[in-house]
């Protein structure tokens, strides 16, 4: 937006943006003013701010807004002044004050907000000492007094955003005008950018492909010269001498302009670079924020949380400069919300809770941020009591999530994974503020959203530490490029735990599937040829390329590609929305030569590693380990909504030797079911996306899934609910009541038979 183009914004909008610079500021201060209570500084920056957003709503004629500004600056004003100390009874007031002018700002009732502002009013009243009022003289005088320079001040606050527009002496427009770009621009100018690095570095090859013609024309040259050596002499022939000359000459003429031709293009190659890496960086720049302009709100909520739970606490951001991706900054806000709050509830100890042990009475959480090789590192750190490690095994051990043995052999490391599972928590009761367990498993689901690694660590009595390792922008993606069957294929780096050279001697089998041990774990291992379908390599090298990636719950997988390309930095591309949800595939990228490479979705990929590492996958590696082939297991789809059900049912038939492949929902197992064979298909009916009914009249009405059976497992026992799914082409109606008496096995083998053939 130029600065002809200030006329479409209202004065209310300038009003808003005001407001929300100036009550950051206030917040700031008053949070600053509860530590310290005659801060000089904080009370200054208090006032300004009182007093400025009191000039800019009498601008725009807010009279409510007016009236709750002057009673905060005249409270503010007193305690500059010495009348009144600063107490936390004002300190609460005035962060109401300021909550009552975003209130008015955002078009509320007019009758509800003088309301809520004659009660504002009322409890001003009541907190100000009759000395702390200031007479007429010391009251803010007239708007029209423009030599008051306070009142100058709140006169041009509220036009801040038209300052920078306005043309100066010279014709110029100042450089802090303000430009209105939507995110989507930014996006589309981002992928421009990069788009135009990829073609700049594709001069560089192109010029090493020259360099390569030098050295051939060099090599020529020296064949000719070896050639006018070893001929007889020709002395009394002319022509000949003559034709070999000018071979020559016409060589060197062309070798030499060869050199300047590569002079010039190296010139042209190092300048296009070099303008397209600025572009690229001053547009990424422009999609960046600094992060505490994401997080700076933090320290009022915290602040309200403790003395909601009757703590003291403070906030202190660490690295508020550092520059964050305007998106990941957006998403960062209710997984940073989260984490804060388990801090404060979960992590510090009462007030005097923290005196008995020697601390201070006022909690302290450490809110970091820091960008470390090329990615993004957020911490959220607290002094507290930190995680009872033995009490975090006794409610794993609870909750059945693993047994006494196993349990007691977990790592710390393992052991702390189990608080991000969906639903946990070792609250005993809840609350308003926790107890649910669903903070942590947010804080996971939004890292892995945007390709980033969460992490815990903790030392008990003394705190604990979250960290979040995230890329610095969504547009652009550090990959480790493979092989596979002659197609280049990238790995997120935040997805890899390890790459290695692994021989072949090395592998064993467990169970009938491929292992290796690493640093005491047992690794599964599957080619990535058969994950993707791709065939098998004709020819079976003894070292074996080999990328590890974390399934999560302590696992890990193998991956074995055919070779690694090193590392880039790819500009991501998405792909098109008509192909849909493409497997194992989140993304694309054009590579510096042009050529496409495709992006793993590593999360897809696990769930595909891990179909084939239950089924008879591995053929390869079995052979070279000398492993007979195992007989066909009947395959079985689980779709249901529910984790515990889902989860009982895989369990259920997985130990009577099916092999099960799960479905989260109707849509997830609608395509589940068109990837591959199933000998049955068992459904819930109340599902989101596509219910149960939907689905089964799907396959009966497609040509190869029509004769699938199909079993329906639902709550309802209803003669019409069972009437209704058999109308719709299942073959069996059970009801999940019956789990307990193992009548689902007993349904499966009628229907199908045993579970090997």
């Known amino acids: 937006m130029t600065d002809e183009d200030f006329s479409q914004v209202s004065m209310l909008s300038l009003f808003q943006a005001e ?10 201060g008053l949070l600053a003013l509860e530590r310290d209570p005659i801060a000089a500084d904080a009370l200054d920056a208090c006032m300004r701010a009182a007093h400025s957003l009191k000039g800019a709503a009498r601008i725009i004629d807010l009279m409510p807004a007016v009236k709750v500004a002057n009673a905060m600056e005249d409270c503010l004003v007193a305690a500059q002044r010495g009348h009144l100390r600063v107490r936390r009874e004002h300190i609460d007031a005035l962060l109401q004050g300021s909550d009552l002018l975003k209130l008015i700002a955002s078009g509320s009732s007019s009758e509800s907000a003088n309301s809520e502002v004659e009660t504002f009013l009322a409890k001003f009243e009541e907190l100000s000492l009759p000395e702390a009022k200031p007479g007429p003289q010391d009251s803010a005088a007239d708007f029209a007094t423009p030599d008051h320079p306070q009142e100058q001040l709140a006169t041009t606050s509220s036009a801040n955003l038209l300052v920078g527009a306005v043309p100066q002496a010279d014709g110029s427009i100042g450089s802090d005008r303000m430009v209105r770009v939507t995110a989507d621009s930014l996006n589309r100018l981002l992928g421009l950018a990069g788009e135009s690095l990829m073609e700049a570095r594709r001069l560089r090859p192109f010029a090493d492909g020259l360099l390569r013609l030098k050295r051939l024309q060099s090599d020529l040259a020296s064949a000719f010269d070896n050639l006018h050596a070893v001929l007889p ?39 296009a ?37 009757g703590k003291r606490v403070r906030l202190e951001i660490v690295g508020g400069s550092t520059g964050i991706d305007r998106d990941i900054l957006e998403q960062l806000d209710a997984p940073l919300g989260h ?14 809770e923290r005196l008995a042990m020697g601390k201070p009475e006022e909690g302290l959480i450490r809110l970091e941020a820091r960008h470390n090789a090329g990615l993004l ?70 890292t892995k959203q945007v390709r980033g690694v969460a992490s815990v660590s903790s030392e008990f009595g003394h705190g604990t530490r979250f960290q979040l390792q995230l890329p610095l922008t969504l547009s652009v993606l550090r990959t480790l490029l493979v092989d596979v069957d002659g197609e280049p294929y990238a790995f997120p780096l935040a997805a890899i735990s390890k790459t290695l050279k692994l021989q072949r001697t090395e592998i064993n089998v467990l169970q009938g599937r491929p292992h290796f041990r690493l640093n005491d774990r047992q690794i599964g291992l599957v080619t990535a040829r058969e994950v993707l379908d791709r065939g098998e390599p004709g020819s079976e090298p003894d070292e074996l390329s080999v990328v590890i990636v974390d399934a999560g719950r302590g696992d890990a997988y193998g991956l074995i590609v055919d070779r ?47 179909k084939l590492a239950s ?15 195992p007989s066909r297991r009947k395959r079985v789809l689980v779709i249901d909504d529910s984790l515990t059900v889902r989860e009982l049912q895989r369990k259920m038939l997985g130990n009577y030797g099916y092999e099960v492949q799960v479905a989260v929902d109707g849509m997830d197992g609608w395509n589940a079911v068109r990837s591959g064979p199933f000998d049955l298909v068992l459904t819930d009916i109340d599902m989101p996306r596509m219910d149960g009914i939907e689905l089964v009249s799907l396959i009966r009405k497609d040509a190869h899934l029509k004769n699938t059976p199909i079993m329906i497992v639902s709550y309802k026992d209803r003669e019409e609910d069972r009437a209704r799914g058999l109308d719709a082409g299942a073959d069996y109606y059970l009801t999940k009541s019956s789990f307990q008496d193992e009548a689902l096995i007993h349904a499966v083998v009628d229907m199908i038979g045993e579970a090997a053939e």
């Open 377 to 446: 590192q957020i911490a959220v750190v607290d002094d507290g009591r930190g995680i009872e490690l033995s009490k975090l095994r006794e409610t794993v051990v609870a909750r059945q999530l693993a047994t006494r043995e196993s349990a007691d052999t977990l790592s710390e490391t393992e052991l702390l994974a189990f608080l991000f599972l969906p639903g946990f928590s070792m609250k005993a009761g809840l609350t308003d503020v926790s107890g649910r367990g669903v903070g942590l498993d947010a804080v996971q689901a939004m």
């Open 19 to 28: 407001l929300e610079t100036q009550s950051q500021a206030l917040t700031s």
């Open 273 to 309: 670079t070099d303008l397209a890496n600025r572009l690229y960086d001053e547009t990424l720049a422009s999609r960046m924020r600094p992060f505490e302009d994401g997080v700076r709100h933090y320290a009022r909520t915290i602040r309200d949380l403790g003395r909601t739970l």
């Open 615 to 629: 089924s008879s996958g591995f053929r390869a590696l079995r052979r070279a380990a000398g492993s007979p082939e």
């Open 233 to 271: 002499p020709v002395s009394n022939d002319a022509a000949v001498v003559e034709a070999l000359a000018e071979a020559q000459r016409k060589l060197r003429l062309s070798q030499a302009f060869l050199a300047e031709r590569l002079d010039e293009l190296d010139s042209v190659d190092r300048k």
């Open 564 to 610: 690694f390309l090193g590392e880039r930095e790819l500009v991501i591309r998405p792909l098109d929305p008509r192909f849909a949800k493409i497997k194992d595939i989140s993304a694309a990228a054009l590579m510096e030569d042009g050529s496409p490479v495709l992006i793993f979705d590593v999360d897809d990929l696990i769930r595909s590693v891990e």
């Open 339 to 352: 984490l804060l709050r388990n801090a404060v509830d979960h992590g510090l100890e009462p007030p005097e």
